[in-house]
């Protein structure tokens, strides 16, 4: 037979659950799978499912690329994705001073596409780059989505764009 909590003990689980189920809500709408997440719940959430949507949400592209922001846009619309979705973040100078630290808990984004950038960057905290403490944390930041060419090689060009949206969005 199980122990009886005392009241202070009870109210330290419930804390404690309470975030742990906060932290995968969190999780699990980041990742696009809060549907099925809440219908694994022990308790009838069906009425508010109606209120819980796909991912639509912000995307940040982060990364050095030669590519113009309008040819971003541009390869954004033609997959039927809206362009006004992205957040860029391209030249050298802009990579090296975001405050990545402001990406931590945050839902303006679903998803960060990264590229080739500094290893020294702001928000920078234990991890040897930014990318690893974004794949590292997954239920701390948005989904991180590594922008490839052809060979494996961190590159965002037109093609390697297009292929990270075709593979991980549409």
Same mark, same amino acid.
């Given at each position: 037979?199980?122990?009886?909590? +005392?009241?202070? #003990?009870?109210?330290?689980?419930?804390?404690?659950?309470?975030? &742990?189920?906060?932290?995968?809500? *969190?999780?699990?709408? %980041?990742?696009?799978?809060?549907?099925?997440?809440?219908?694994?719940?022990?308790?009838?959430? #069906?009425?508010?499912?109606?209120?819980?949507?796909?991912?639509?949400?912000?995307?940040?592209?982060?990364?050095? @690329?030669?590519?113009? &922001?309008?040819?971003?846009?541009?390869?954004?619309?033609?997959?039927?994705?809206? @362009?006004? %979705?992205?957040?860029?973040?391209?030249?050298?100078?802009?990579?090296?001073?975001?405050?990545?630290?402001?990406?931590?808990? @945050?839902?303006?984004?679903?998803?960060?596409? *990264?590229?080739?950038?500094?290893?020294?960057?702001?928000?920078?905290?234990?991890?040897?780059?930014?990318?690893?403490?974004?794949?590292?944390?997954?239920?701390?930041?948005?989904?991180?989505? %590594? *922008?490839?060419?052809? +060979?494996?090689?961190? &590159?965002?060009? &037109? +093609?390697?764009?297009?292929?990270?949206?075709?593979?991980?969005?549409?």
């Amino acid at each position: 037979m199980d122990d009886v909590l +005392s009241m202070e #003990e009870l109210e330290v689980l419930i804390a404690d659950v309470t975030e &742990k189920i906060q932290n995968q809500i *969190v999780h699990h709408n %980041r990742q696009g799978q809060l549907n099925y997440y809440i219908s694994q719940l022990p308790i009838d959430y #069906e009425s508010s499912n109606n209120y819980i949507q796909e991912k639509e949400g912000k995307i940040l592209v982060i990364g050095q @690329s030669q590519v113009r &922001k309008k040819d971003f846009r541009g390869i954004a619309s033609s997959l039927g994705i809206d @362009s006004k %979705r992205f957040d860029l973040i391209i030249s050298y100078e802009e990579v090296k001073r975001f405050p990545f630290n402001r990406l931590a808990y @945050s839902d303006h984004y679903d998803y960060i596409f *990264v590229g080739p950038m500094p290893h020294k960057v702001k928000g920078l905290e234990d991890e040897a780059s930014i990318i690893a403490q974004i794949e590292n944390n997954p239920d701390v930041y948005p989904e991180l989505i %590594r *922008v490839l060419s052809q +060979s494996g090689e961190l &590159k965002i060009t &037109k +093609s390697s764009f297009k292929r990270a949206l075709e593979e991980n969005i549409i």
